[in-house]
Nanobody, 116 residues
């Protein structure tokens, strides 16, 4: 069982930045691929960013490429999402996900609101 706790969400103006963190209880954190998803009201959950267990490979959704950066610190069992040049359409609940084989674990989500 893996417990995930997100933090760092909040209200930010367009063009601003936020850094989300996700702390994991996993004993061997590096065996999990980690993902950030988001879900806006009335929308389906979408993949924002992904990172491999050792951090050597990353992928991003088209809407955030060039603006968001995913990273991880396996020594601290934490994954990060640096979000720059935020836009109103980035407003959503952001969820952390840990994946290995057929198992998925989710955090409770953190709200990000981009508004002037």
């Amino acid at each position: 069982q893996v417990q995930l706790v997100e933090s760092g969400g909040g209200l930010v103006q367009p063009g601003g930045s936020l850094r989300l963190s996700c702390a994991a209880s996993a004993g061997i954190f590096s065996i999990y691929a980690m993902h950030w998803y988001r879900q806006a009201p009335g929308e389906q959950r979408e993949l924002v960013a992904a990172i491999s267990g050792d951090g050597s490979s990353t992928n991003y959704g088209d809407s955030v490429k060039g603006r968001f950066t995913i990273s991880r610190d396996n020594a601290k069992n934490t994954v990060f999402l640096q979000m720059n040049n935020l836009k109103p359409e980035d407003t959503a609940v952001y969820y952390c996900n840990a994946h290995r084989a057929l198992r998925d674990y989710w955090g409770q989500g953190t709200q990000v609101t981009v508004s002037s």
